[in-house]
Each structure stands twice: as C-alpha cells, then as structure tokens.
C-alpha cells in the first residue's frame, strides 16, 4: 500500500512553484513592469546633450623599453701557479737561561767592640766605717767594713749599689752615695775581674 504525500508537502510544494513564478514575472526582461522601471531609471539620469561633457581620451603611450647594458665578459682569473711548500725551519729549542750566580753581599765587618772602661772606687773623705753587704738588698749580712780614702775595684752597678772588689778580694756591695768612683787603666785590674 502506498502511502500519500502528506498534506505539508503539498503545501510546501505549491509555494515554491508560485514564487518562482511571480519572481520571472517580475523580473524576466521582457516584462512590463520590468520595462517601465527602466524607462523611469533612464529619464531621471539623461541630461540634454549640451550639458554632456564628453570624456577625455586617455592615450596610453607603450613605455619604451630598457636600454640592455651588455656586461662586459668576466677576465679569466689568472692561472694559479702553485708555489713549492717552503722547508720546515728547524725546532728552535730554548735553552734554559743560566741561573744568575747569587749576589754576593759583602758582610760588614763587625764593629769592633768598644774597648771596655774600667773603674776604681774611693770611699769619700770623712766617711767612717762604711758598711759592705753580701748583696745589693738593704738588710743583707755586713761581710766587711772600708774607711774614708779606702780604694778597690769597681765590677758593676746596680740601682743605688755597686758591686765592688776590696783590697783584701772581698766582694761585696756598697751604697753609691759613699764612694766616688775613676776610671782606671785595664793593667791595674786583676786578671779575674777584666
């Protein structure tokens, strides 16, 4: 059983087939609306034959063509002549830069030491009974007494005491402000205390 085109279809189909109709009446060349619209067009953009400039001419002339500078054919690169390769020169070996001989630096001669003065003591005038102590402190044990005028050998000084050498080869210490002391030649002092 077949089945009907439905009622849409029908519809459809009817309107597509009366635009199409409608639009090549409206629009067809040959029709009359289509002649009076252009008739219409045609009145309203003529203008009377006075007032029609007419257009220039424009003439194109050809561009002429580029004048074709021939180039001048390439010289022929020279001939290439191969040189000899030179000889390796010989390995140049560095010898070693001889060490410089130390500089000698002439040692000054030692100053000769100063000759050594030797003093004597006198023991003031007027001074009694001078005490001589075993060591430089105050209160150490008296080992001999001197007199004023009293003479001895001087070995050396410390602070306020000097140690010094009696007649009779004692030593001891006295007080510096009971002696007055002199230099004295080196032949005058005993061989043990120079």
Known sequence: MKKQPSAFFLVFATYLVAGTAAILLFYNHGSRLSRQLDAQILAQTEAPDDLIIP???????PEPEPEVIAEPEPEPEPEVIAEPEPEPEPEV?????????????????????????????????????????????RNSSIIGHVNGGDTGYVIEEDGNRTKVVLKDGTVGYIFNEYITLSEIPKKDVPKEYR
Request: glycine share 4%; aromatic share 6%; no cysteine.
């Open 55 to 61: 257009e220039p001419e424009i003439i194109v002339e």
């Open 93 to 137: 070996i560095d010898e070693p830069e001889p060490e410089p001989e130390p500089e000698v630096i002439d040692e000054p001669e030692p100053e000769p030491e100063p000759e050594k003065i030797y003093y004597g003591f006198t023991v003031k005038s007027g001074k009694s009974s001078v005490r001589v102590r075993a060591t430089p402190e």
